[in-house]
Nanobody, 121 residues
């Protein structure tokens, strides 16, 4: 499956952005999917994921309550709605797919290209 992320941009602290990830060459319904991010000089870290069948969400503690992940299998698209953004959220965000939910970037089978989110104070 190929993944294409979009929706990044620049926003002020407290603002909102919604990222999208479109899948092709495969069905999102066959995978768990999620988002990771990588800030300059830091390792890629888990942000949020949604399970394959029930769509159960999982969130990193740092974004819980502010971000919402969802997957529309009919449209083969995944979303990450980000609210109350903070400067610490600045990073390149990557969408990912795997056969089950994983929280470690090294275990992910499929990656999209990144989309940059910049949050200014």
């Amino acid at each position: 499956v190929q993944l294409q992320a979009s929706g990044g941009g620049s926003v002020q602290a407290g603002g909102s952005l919604t990222l999208s990830c479109a899948a092709s060459g495969g069905a999102f319904g066959d995978y768990a999917a999620g988002w990771f991010r990588q800030a300059p000089g830091k390792e890629r870290e888990f942000v949020a994921a949604v399970s394959k069948t029930r769509g159960t969400p999982n969130y990193a503690e740092s974004v819980n309550g502010r971000f919402t992940v969802s997957k529309d299998n009919a449209k083969n698209t995944m979303f990450l709605k980000m609210t109350s953004l903070k400067p610490d959220d600045t990073a390149v965000y990557y969408c990912a797919a795997h056969y089950f939910v994983v929280l470690k970037a090294s275990l992910i089978d499929y990656w999209g290209q990144g989309t940059l989110v910049t949050v200014s104070s």
